[in-house]
């Protein structure tokens, strides 16, 4: 009985000694993908082709911004032993626009956070960057650092506005937008449209008059 109780034990310490080895490798973790929210695409993507016709309706002064390049991808992250980790979806928009001869690049990348950016540039100048849309688009949701902070504040199934009927509309608003003279600007956008209504500080409103959407 005796031996029989001293082999059990050596086994039992056998067993215990292997079973926590320092230095046995972890199992390799499941690479994850990260999709750009499809609000994202509806909200933001428009390929080359795409245009808009906006008009101050303070001022009178017409803006038409056009899509010169588009351009979208994934992203692959890999470990120090060449494994794949993650993958990140990403897409990039740019706009020129003939009222402030200035370009607009609309930009996510999953790998950052959940926001999708507007930044204001032309050949030797950067302007400044705002978070242009929120995920998920829920009232009262907030993003940024002071002084520009942007919120979803207003959603609504559909909207007429001058003769015109948008869909799944959206209002975010900045306080401090550094892509529009660093003045409280509210973005109002439409599923499939973009933004359709901008108004920045009490100077500027800006309404879609006409437009040309490609997507697909």
């Known amino acids: 009985m005796k031996k029989i109780y001293i082999l059990s034990v050596l086994l039992l310490l056998a067993t215990s000694y292997y079973s926590c080895k320092p230095n ?3 199992p390799p973790k499941e690479p994850e993908t990260f999709l750009v929210w499809q609000e994202g695409w509806d909200y933001c993507f428009f390929k080359t082709g795409t245009w808009w016709v906006y008009q101050d309706s ?3 002064a017409y803006d038409t911004m056009r899509v010169y390049e588009d351009d979208k991808g994934l992203d692959s992250v890999k470990d120090n032993n060449g494994r794949l980790e993650n993958v990140y979806e990403w897409f990039d928009v740019r706009v020129y626009s003939t009222y402030s001869k ?3 690049y609309y930009q996510v990348h999953r790998s950052f956070s959940n926001q999708l950016r507007r930044i204001k540039v032309k050949t030797g100048e950067y302007v400044g960057e705002t978070i242009y849309f929120i995920y998920p688009p829920t009232i009262g949701k907030r993003l940024g650092y002071s002084p520009d902070i942007a919120e979803v504040v207003d959603k609504m199934d559909s909207v007429f506005v001058n003769s015109k009927l948008y869909f799944n509309t959206i209002k975010i608003s900045h306080t401090s937008d550094e892509t529009e003279g660093k003045k409280p600007t509210n973005y109002y ?5 973009g933004y359709y209504r901008k108004e920045v500080g009490t100077t ?3 309404k879609l008059i006409d437009y040309n959407i490609v997507q697909s």
């Open 189 to 193: 956008l439409a599923k499939n449209i």
């Open 58 to 60: 303070i001022s009178g």
């Open 102 to 104: 200035y370009n607009y």
């Open 204 to 206: 500027e409103v800006w």
């Open 24 to 26: 046995d490798p972890a």
